[in-house]
């Protein structure tokens, strides 16, 4: 099992989902915990799912309650005026948020509790140093800074959305994809990472989908050790669905089948 | 609502979970902030639920009193990392309760074995003693709970109740492991499902 990354053991990747129950009602031992919250960061549907058996444990607490012995009231009131309340997080440093960097995850030199030390403005600049930097490298020549930078900046301003969240998806013929979409911005962030190398003639290309037909949004940069650096892309419908498929380089007027991706936004 | 409290309290019915829960969320804002008159009212609306869960887990008056403090504390503390997208206050609440009481008991058990040993059928999940909560709430619990199959209910009781890992359950129930994890996790969607839980 490796740590980083969306890859964990195969029967670890099975294995989470069904502890979601045991998660949720304490049940489980620290470690599993861990490795739990780690599965949730990656899955919105599981934690979605959690929230909702949360609320059922509520209700089994709910059928407890107990009017708690007298003086207990004075005690709380009085130990909250002298106990300094934790400060807020600020919105990019939610940790939903700042899990949806999913290429970050790669980076080593940001472990997985530094991102989370991270905080607010913090995160945000950091991130865009470090887009900036991966987009200096990785970038093709002619693009400039400038580009790189704004495109940096419309990235962390979708991961860094109060309503920004992240879904992952396995990609037909193999790979992930991490998506992180923003409705308020009207815009996402795609990344991906173990994509299959494709033929020279052929790129992969993003299209959006929806009511009225299919737009072609790019073709992908070629695949950097079989990872796709962070896009964005905005303008985005509703009713629209991603679509990821493997074209001529020079791109193409419809989408090819198969659909490699095909994700409900 | 025309269902008569079963305790007889003549508590007038509660208004729907929506509202209040939207209510409180709306307190645990001002708490963030540092509003002593809030919390207060926050006070009164969570810590019989929070002692109840923490008592019913650590059995022990003296310190489930201590941790439901702890937990109090904490609301007060941490009141600015609850996030109502991601559910109600009394889930955050619970969640809060819950670990704290289960950490204890744990960490009490390291140093002595627990003594008692719940037999399953033993498990008192309609036994609560001088309760607050209206009657009606625990009627409905105890029916969906009635929903479930034995095994189900069993894994749920000894884990949220008993406070046990699910390898332990798994132990005094003589079930593979894999089975407690997934009945648990049925037990609870069905337990969602059947209390009409929002999402």
Known sequence: MKLSGITIGRNAAHEPHTLAGAYVMDAIAPSDRAHFERHLDRCDECAREVDGLREATARLAAASATSPPAGLKERVMAAAAQTRQQPPKAAAADSRTAMASGWLRGISVLTWPNRLALAGGAFAVALIALLVTFGVNNGSMQQQLDDDVTSSQQIAAVLTAKDAHMTTRQVLGGGTVDVVVSGSKDALVFTAKGLRPLSAARGYELWLVGPAGARPVEMLPPLSDSMITPVIVSGLRPGDHLVLTAEPVGGSAHPDQPMMLNLTL | ?199
């Open chain 2, 1 to 199: 609502m025309t269902v008569m409290d079963s305790q007889g309290s003549g508590e007038p019915a509660r208004p729907g979970h929506q509202a209040q829960g939207a209510d409180l969320a709306a307190q645990i804002v001002l708490v963030a902030r540092g509003d002593a008159a809030a919390f207060d009212a926050v006070f009164d609306r969570i810590s019989a639920h929070v002692f109840g869960i923490v008592r019913r887990v650590i059995r022990d008056p003296a310190q489930s009193e201590e941790v439901t403090q702890e937990v109090l504390l904490e609301v007060w503390r941490n009141a600015s990392t609850f996030d109502a997208g991601r559910g109600s206050v009394m889930a955050w609440v619970s969640m809060l309760a819950h670990r704290r009481a289960v950490d204890r008991v744990r960490s009490v058990q390291k140093e002595t074995e627990r003594e008692r040993r719940i037999a399953t059928s033993e498990i008192p999940f309609d036994e609560v003693a001088e309760a607050v909560e209206s009657g009606l709430e625990r009627e409905r619990v105890r029916r969906c709970l009635g929903t479930l199959t034995e095994l189900q209910r069993e894994s749920v009781t000894l884990a949220y109740y008993g406070g046990y890992t699910y390898g332990q359950v798994a132990s005094l129930l003589s079930v593979p492991q894999g089975t407690v994890k997934t009945r648990m996790r049925d037990a609870l969607i069905r337990l969602r499902d059947c209390l009409g839980v929002a999402e």
